[in-house]
C-alpha cells in the first residue's frame, strides 16, 4: 500500500487518500499550521529571516552561552552522576556572555570584542570546568 503526503488546496482544506484509495477531506488546524510553517521556511524570504537571527551576535553568543550550560548539565548528570550542577559553575557561561555584552557596549569593533573571541572563551571555560571536575577533584 501507498500512501501520498496530504496536500493542501488553496482553501486550506488538506487532501489525503486513506488505505482504501479513497479521498478523503480533512480539516486540521494543527496539520494547517504545520504545513504553513514549514512553507515559509522553505521559501526564501523565510529562511533569509532564519539566516538573518542567526548572524546576529548577540544570538550567537546566547546560544553559545546556553549550549554551554546544557553540555555542563549532561556531563554533570551523566558522568559525574550529580543530580545537579553547582550554582557557580553553571552560572560561568553566562557570566562571559554578561562580560562579552559588557566589552560588545564599550568597545565596538575591536577583537576582543567580537562574538567569535567569547564564544570561543566560552567553550574553553566549559572544557576547563570538566576537566577540573574529571582530574582535579
Known sequence: ????????????????????GRTRFVESWRLRDWVRIVTELRSTSGMRKL???LRNDHIQAALVSGLCI???ALFFKKYL???????MEAAVPALAFTAWE???AK?????F???????????????AIIVRRLYFM
Do not use: C, Q
Not at 1 to 20: K, Q
Not at 81 to 86: G, K, L, Y
Not at 113 to 127: C, D, E, G, H, V
Open 102 to 104: 559588557v566589552f560588545n
Open 107 to 111: 568597545h565596538r569593533g575591536k577583537w
Open 81 to 87: 552522576h550529580m543530580a545537579d550542577v553547582p550554582a
Open 51 to 53: 539566516i538573518e537571527f
Open 113 to 127: 570584542a567580537r562574538p567569535l573571541f567569547w564564544n570561543s572563551i566560552m567553550l574553553l571555560i566549559t572544557i
Open 1 to 20: 500500500m501507498f500512501f501520498r503526503l496530504p496536500f493542501v488546496l488553496s482553501s486550506g482544506i488538506f487532501i489525503r487518500e486513506d488505505y482504501t
Open 70 to 72: 546544557i553540555i555542563l
